[in-house]
């Protein structure tokens, strides 16, 4: 998943594309400390955004389309649409 889809500011989503970090992925394994060095933000700051990309990452859905109907795996769960 791309960071653009996720719920941040624009200037956030803008500063992490710009030092380089385009995927969730690309976030997994970077401290606070680094993140907010690299963009040039609070600690605080580049916390609560590794918090939203972690949960986005967690909860970016699976889908399976089965007989003209789709359907999306959540932790597990099914979800008709």
């Not at 380089?20 to 690299?38: C, V």
């Amino acid at each position: 998943m791309e960071v653009s889809c996720l719920p941040l500011s624009p200037s956030q989503r803008s500063k992490l594309v710009s030092a380089g970090y385009t995927t969730i992925s690309s976030l997994s394994s970077i401290s606070p400390s680094h993140l907010a060095r690299d963009l040039n933000v609070s600690h605080d700051e580049a916390v609560e955004i590794l918090k939203i990309a972690s949960h986005s990452h967690r909860f970016d859905p699976l889908i399976i389309t089965n007989n003209s109907k789709t359907n999306a795996i959540v932790t597990g769960t099914f979800f008709f649409t």
